[in-house]
C-alpha cells in the first residue's frame, strides 16, 4: 500500500497499545472478504510492525479493501475515532480520484467520430448558448420572451429570481442544441472549482447507457460513474445534499413516470426496477435533498412536468448571432479562415440561420474547412440539411475508405436497413449481434459512421455502437427507401420493407419522431442529391419515391370544410418538406392545389422562416396569409462582440425587422397576394416599416389586418407612409387592439386623405382614441379624394364629444355604408347623430350602436330613425377577438396566446367569416 491511506492507517496502528494491537491481528484472519485471501495465523504471528501488516493486508486483499476492513476492524474494536480518521482519509482519496476520472472523461472529447482526429478541449471549443429559464406553462407550445430570464452554465444551477434553488432542474433541447456540450462545460468547471462548489460530488450518468439496465439501485448508479474505484458509499451518501445527480439523454430511457408512491424506493442500497429506482429520485422518496440535473429533448419534457414539482425549466435556444461568429473562430483557431468562412456563411441566409443549431454550425465548418484545405477559397454550397450531411459523408468516405468500392456500396446498403430499423424502433444503441446480423462487422467501414463503447450488461462487459450523430441515423434511415437495389443483392425476409407510403403515413398519424427522416427523404429525391450521391459516395439514389411524396403532400387533409372555401396550408411541416427539396418545379407542383396560408399558435424560428419564405417566392397563386398567434424570432437582436474577438470584427445585426423576411417574400415578382392578416404576433415599429414598404410595393394587396396591442402609435405612423404611397391599392385595413391613441391620428388622416382606394377602416379596441383622435380622423375623412365605405370605431373610449365631428363628416360623405359605435357612452351626441341620421341624403346601411346605455331623448330619436329608415341596420356589430387574460404580457416569442378557442376564426356580426372568399367577393358590412 502507498500513499496517504497507508500513511493515516500506519499511524493508527501505531498509536495502538500493544494489546490492541494484537487484538487487531487476532481478528484479520476472521474476517469474510470477497476478491482476496486471508493472511494466514502463522504469517500474522511473524509480523510485529505496523508497516509489515499494511504491506501484508495491502497485498493479500488490495489496497481499496485493506482501508474498509481496517475501518471495520476499528469499529468492532470500539476505536470510532480511529476509524472516523481512516475513513476520512479514504473518502478525500476517492474523491481526488474521482475527479481525475472526471477530468479524464469530459475536458477533452472527439467530435463527432474518433476517426476524425485528436481529442479537442472542451474550453477551447464550448462557445455559450441562449438558455432560457421558463415557465412550465410555458411547456411546449408557450415559448415565452427569454430577453429578460436567460442563464448560462454559471447560473443554471444557481437561485432563480424568488431566490429559490431548484433540487431539479430539467434542461431541454432538441438534438444537436448542445446539452451534452453544456454538461461537459458543467463537469469541466466544476472540477476546476469555478462552477458547482457547493456540491462534494457530481456524478453524470449517460441514459443511452442505462438502457440495458434491469434492476439497480442509487449506489449502483454512483459506480457506474467511476467503475474503477471502490466508493464510500456510506460516507457520499451520507450527505445527499452535497451531491449533483446530472442525466443526459433522458428521453432515450423512454420510461414511464407514473407509478404508485407505496412502489418507490427510499433505501439507496435497494435495488429496483431501472424506472422505479429514477422515479424514487425524481419524487424525491430517495435522497431528497440531493440535486438532479436533467437533460432531455423535449419529447419527454410533458411527462417531466407532470413527474416534477418544479416551477420552471431551462431551454437551449442555440447560438445568437454573436455566439455563431466566435463559434467559427473557435472551430478554425485561425482568424483569416474564420473571417473568409464566416463572411461566406453570412451572405447566405438560409445556411446563416441553420447555424443557430450548434450541430449545423459544426456541419458547416466542417464542409467548409476540408474546402479551404483543398481549394483555398469557398464555392458553391449546399443550402440544406440534407446536401450539407451528404456532402460530410462524402469527404468522410473519399479520405477513409480504402476497400474496394462495391463493397462500401453494399455496407451502405447494410448501414442505411439498420438506421431506418432503429428509427422505426426507437433504437440509438445496437448490439454486436445486430451488427453482425446486418454484415456489418467490418471494422474499417464501421468506425466511420458508428461509434464504439464498452457497457456493462449485468456481470458482462458488452460492445455497443451507435451513430456519431442522431442526424446521421436519419440520413441513412431515409436513405434506406430511395437507394436502388444493386444487382446480384439477396432479399432478406428479415429487412424492412421499403413502403414509402407506410412511412409518410405513420409520420402523418402517429410518428411525429420521424420528422427528420422524413424531411431528408424530401431532399434526397432532388436531381441535384441524386447527383452528388452517385459522384461523392457512389450510391444510387432513385427518384421513382417523387411522384409519392408529391401525391402525398397534395392529398394531406387540407384546411378547409366547405368546397367553396379557398385551400390552405394550416401546417409549418409542409413548408420544412418543401423547402428540403430546393427544387422549385416541386414545390410549384404542390403549391398550385393551395391559395393560402393559415398558421396559428406557431413561434417562427429562422428556420421555419427561411422554409416559409422559400416556399411563398415559387408561389405565384397565393392569394391570403394568415398568421394568429405566430411569434417571429428576433434574428437581427444587436449584439456585444464576441469574447475575444476584434471590435471590427462586430457587425450590427438590426438590419431589419423579424418581418422583414417575410414581406420580402410576399412582395416577389410575380405575387398575386391578396389578404395579409397577422394577429398578435408581437409586431414592432420595425415590422410596420416592413408592412408599408410591401404596400407600397405589392398593388395586388387589397386586404391588411394587424390585431396587435405591440403595434402602438409609431408603428401606426410608419404603416401610413406606405399607405401614402401611389402603388399602395389597398381597400380593407384594420387595426384592432393596436393600442393606438389621438398621437397617430393626424398620420391616419393625410393617408385617409390621399388613398383614393381605401374602402374600410377598422380601429375597434383602440381605447386610447378617444374623442381627440376621431376628430383629427374626421378631417382626413372629409377630403374629397375618400372613398371610405366603412367605419368600426367601437370600445375606443369614445363620448358625445365626437358625434359633432361625425355628424359634419356625414353631412359630406355619401358613401359610407357602414358606421361602428358599439360600446361607447354617447349621451347626448347619440340624439344628434340620430336626427342627422334621418336625413334623406344619408346613405348609411349599417349602424352599430349599443343601445343599452342610450338615453330616453336618443331611443325617441331611434325609434323614429327605425320608422323612417326600416333597411337601416342597427345593432351591436362589436366582436371581442382578445386574447386570454395574461397573453399580452407573454406575447414575443409566444405560441398559444388563442389557446382554447379553436383554429378557425369566427367572423363578425353581419360579415362572412373570415375564411371565406378573396376580399374583393365579400360584402362591406
Known sequence: MAGEESTILLEALEGLTLEDFQEFKKKLPHTDIKGGWNIGRDELE?????????????????????????????????????????LDEKVKEYKQKYTEHVAREFLQYKEANSCLGENLSVRDRYTNLTIARKSWDQHGDEPGDVSSDTVTTQTLLEPSKDGQVPPITVLVGASGMGKTMTIRKVMMEWVEGTLCTQFDYVFCIDCKE?????????????SKCCPQQRMPAGRILGNPEKILFIFDSFEALGLPLAQPKDELSTDPTEAKPLETTLLSLLRRTVLPESSVLIATRPAALQSLGQCLEGKHYVEILGFSPAARE????????????????????????????????????????????????????LLACSKTTTQMIMFYLSWLMKHRVSNAWQNLQ??????????????WKHKVLFEEKEIEDQGLNQPQLLSLFLNEKGLEKGTDHVNVYSFSHLHLQELFAAMFYVLEDQDGMVS??????????????????????LNVTVRLLFGLVNPKSVEYAGEGIGCRISLQPQEDLLRWLQTRPRGTSHPREVMKIEDLDTFHLLFETNEKSFVQSVLGSFTGIALQDVKLTLYDQAALCFCIKQWAGLLSVTLRSCSFHQQHHRQEPAKGLPRQSWRQEE?????????????????????????????????????????????????????????????????????????????????RYTHLTSACCQDLAVALGTSTCLEELDLSFSAGLRDDGVKLLCEGLQHSGCQ???????????????????????????????????????????????????????TLQTLGLSTSTLSKDALQEL???????????????????????????RLTFQRSVWAGRGAAVRGRKGLPSSRAAPPHSRSLC
Open 863 to 889: 325609434a323614429a330613425l327605425r320608422a323612417l329608415k326600416p333597411s337601416l341596420k342597427i345593432t351591436d356589430l362589436l366582436e371581442h377577438e382578445a386574447p386570454e387574460t395574461g397573453a399580452m404580457a
Open 788 to 842: 371610405l365605405r366603412v367605419l368600426r370605431l367601437g370600445s375606443c373610449s369614445l363620448t358625445g364629444a365626437c358625434c359633432q365631428a361625425l355628424v359634419a363628416w356625414l353631412g359630406h360623405s355619401h358613401g359610407l355604408k357602414c358606421l361602428d359605435l358599439s360600446d361607447t357612452e354617447l349621451g347626448a351626441g347619440a340624439t344628434l347623430l340620430l336626427q342627422h341620421l334621418r336625413h334623406h341624403s344619408c
Open 46 to 86: 511473524k509480523v510485529t510492525h505496523p508497516s509489515s501488516l499494511i504491506s501484508y493486508m495491502g497485498d493479500s486483499y488490495g489496497e481499496g479493501a485493506a482501508m474498509d476492513i481496517a475501518i471495520s476492524l476499528f469499529e468492532e474494536m470500539n476505536q470510532r475515532d480511529l476509524a472516523e480518521k481512516i
Open 492 to 513: 432478406d425476409s428479415r429487412i424492412l420493407a421499403k413502403d414509402v407510403n407506410m412511412l409518410l403515413e405513420s409520420y402523418h398519424t402517429s410518428r411525429m419522431d
Open 410 to 423: 453494399q455496407f451502405l446498403h447494410k448501414l442505411c436497413s439498420l438506421a431506418a430499423d432503429g428509427i
Open 655 to 735: 438590419l431589419h425587422s423579424p418581418l422583414h423576411p417575410l414581406c420580402q417574400a410576399l412582395g416577389h415578382p410575380g405575387s398575386s397576394l391578396q389578404s395579409l392578416r397577422l394577429q398578435w404576433c408581437g409586431l414592432t415599429e420595425g415590422d410596420s416599416g416592413a408592412l408599408g414598404m410591401l404596400l407600397a410595393t405589392l398593388p395586388s394587396l387589397v386586404h391588411l389586418e394587424l390585431g396587435d396591442g405591440a403595434l402602438g402609435d409609431d408603428g401606426v405612423r410608419m404603416l401610413c407612409a406606405g399607405l401614402r404611397q401611389p402603388g399602395c391599392q389597398l381597400r380593407v385595413l384594420r387595426l
Open 210 to 222: 442505462l438502457s440495458f439496465s434491469k434492476e439497480v439501485s442509487m449506489v449502483d448508479l454512483i
Open 326 to 377: 466566435e463559434y467559427f473562430h473557435r472551430y478554425f483557431g485561425n482568424d483569416s479562415k474564420a473571417d473568409v468562412a464566416f463572411r461566406f456563411t453570412r451572405g447566405n441566409e438560409v445556411l446563416y440561420s441553420l447555424c443557430v443549431i450548434p450541430v449545423m454550425s459544426w456541419t458547416v465548418c466542417t464542409v467548409l474547412e476540408r474546402e479551404l484545405y483543398e481549394r483555398n477559397q
